[in-house]
C-alpha cells in the first residue's frame, strides 16, 4: 500500500492481486507524454523533434519503484476512482478536459518521487542541433552579414561550404559569423545548411526518381550514410520510407 510503479513503454511486466490490495493501472500513450514533456521542458527544447533523445536521457530507467506512503496514496484515490468511472462510462472526449486535470492531479504528486538522470545542454550544443528560431533573440535588427550568409547558402545548397569561405565572403572572422549567425537563427551555419541539404534531398524523393544516394550527392552530401543520418535526424524517417509514402507519379 502506497507504492507506485512507473514503467516504460514497451517494458513487460506482470502483477498478481494479493489480499484486497486494489491496483489501478494508467496507460499513457508516448506521443502525449512527450508533448507534455516539450512544453515542460522548453526552456531548453527548440521543437518537438528535440523531445525523445532528450526524454531518453533523462528518464532513463525502464522501471521506477515510488514509495509515496499511504497518506499520499490515500490523496490519489478518490482522483483515480474518478479516471476510471468516467474511463468505463467512455467519457473521453466529453469529459477531456476533466480528465486531464485528474491526470495533471496525479503526476503532480507522483512528479517529485520520479528520479531522473541529471542532462545538461548547453548554448552550444542546442546552436548546433536542428535550426529554429533562438528563444530569446533580442529585438534589433538582423545583422546584415547574418542575412548575406544565409542568402549564399540558400542559393547554392550543394556547395562544399566551409565556415572559413563563407565567413571570408561576408568579410567576419569564422567566430564573429558563428555568433552573428546564432544570434539571427538561434543555430551555426552548419546546422542552417544541413537543414537546407535535408529539405532539398526530401524534395528531390518526391519530386525525381533520382536514387537515394543520388539525391543525397544532388543534395551536398558525398557519403550516403552521412546524408541518411542527417535525414533520419530531422524528418524522422529514412529517406526510403519516406520516399514510399511520397511516390513519384510519372505522366503517362
Same mark, same amino acid.
Given at each position: &500500500?502506497?507504492?507506485?510503479? /512507473? ?8 502483477? =498478481?492481486?494479493? +489480499?484486497? &490490495? ?11 507524454? /512527450?508533448?507534455?514533456?516539450? @512544453? ?6 527548440? +521543437? ?13 530507467e525502464p522501471a521506477q519503484i515510488l514509495r $509515496? ?12 476512482? =474518478? ?5 468505463? %462510462?467512455?467519457?473521453?472526449? %466529453? ?7 485528474? @491526470?495533471?492531479? #496525479? ?8 528520479? #531522473?538522470?541529471?542532462?545538461? !545542454? ?28 544565409? %542568402? *549564399?547558402?540558400? %542559393?547554392?545548397?550543394?556547395?562544399? @561550404?566551409? !565556415?572559413?569561405?563563407?565567413? =571570408? ?12 549567425? #546564432? ?9 542552417? /545548411? ?9 524534395? /528531390?524523393l518526391r519530386e525525381s526518381d533520382l536514387s537515394?544516394?543520388? *539525391?543525397?550527392?544532388?543534395?551536398? @552530401? ?10 533520419? =535526424?530531422? #524528418?524522422? $524517417? ?15
Amino acid at each position: &500500500m502506497g507504492d507506485a510503479i /512507473l514503467l516504460g513503454p514497451n517494458v513487460l511486466f506482470s502483477c =498478481e492481486p494479493e +489480499d484486497h &490490495m486494489s491496483v489501478t493501472s494508467i496507460h499513457v500513450d508516448t506521443d502525449f507524454a /512527450l508533448d507534455q514533456f516539450f @512544453w515542460q521542458h522548453s526552456a531548453v527544447l527548440h +521543437d518537438r523533434l528535440d523531445a525523445p533523445g532528450f526524454a531518453e536521457k533523462i528518464y532513463s530507467e525502464p522501471a521506477q519503484i515510488l514509495r $509515496l506512503g499511504s497518506d499520499r496514496a490515500g490523496m490519489l484515490a478518490p482522483w483515480l476512482d =474518478e479516471m476510471v468511472a468516467l474511463s468505463v %462510462e467512455g467519457q473521453f472526449r %466529453e469529459r477531456f478536459n476533466r480528465l486531464q486535470a485528474l @491526470w495533471f492531479a #496525479v503526476m503532480d504528486v507522483l512528479g517529485p518521487f520520479i528520479r #531522473v538522470s541529471p542532462v545538461r !545542454l548547453t548554448p552550444l550544443q542546442r546552436a548546433r542541433s536542428r535550426p529554429v528560431l533562438p528563444r530569446s533573440r533580442r529585438l534589433a535588427p538582423l545583422r546584415m552579414e547574418a542575412l548575406l550568409a544565409r %542568402e *549564399a547558402l540558400h %542559393e547554392n545548397v550543394a556547395h562544399k @561550404w566551409t !565556415l572559413r569561405e563563407l565567413s =571570408e565572403r561576408v568579410r567576419l572572422s569564422p567566430q564573429q559569423l558563428t555568433r552573428v549567425f #546564432v544570434d539571427a537563427f538561434g543555430k551555426t551555419p552548419t546546422a542552417y /545548411l544541413t537543414m537546407l541539404r535535408v529539405q532539398e534531398m526530401a524534395r /528531390l524523393l518526391r519530386e525525381s526518381d533520382l536514387s537515394i544516394a543520388a *539525391a543525397g550527392r544532388r543534395a551536398g @552530401w558525398s557519403s550516403r550514410s552521412r546524408a541518411t543520418e542527417a535525414f533520419i =535526424e530531422h #524528418v524522422g $524517417l529514412s529517406p526510403g520510407r519516406y520516399r514510399s509514402m511520397h511516390p513519384v507519379s510519372v505522366d503517362t
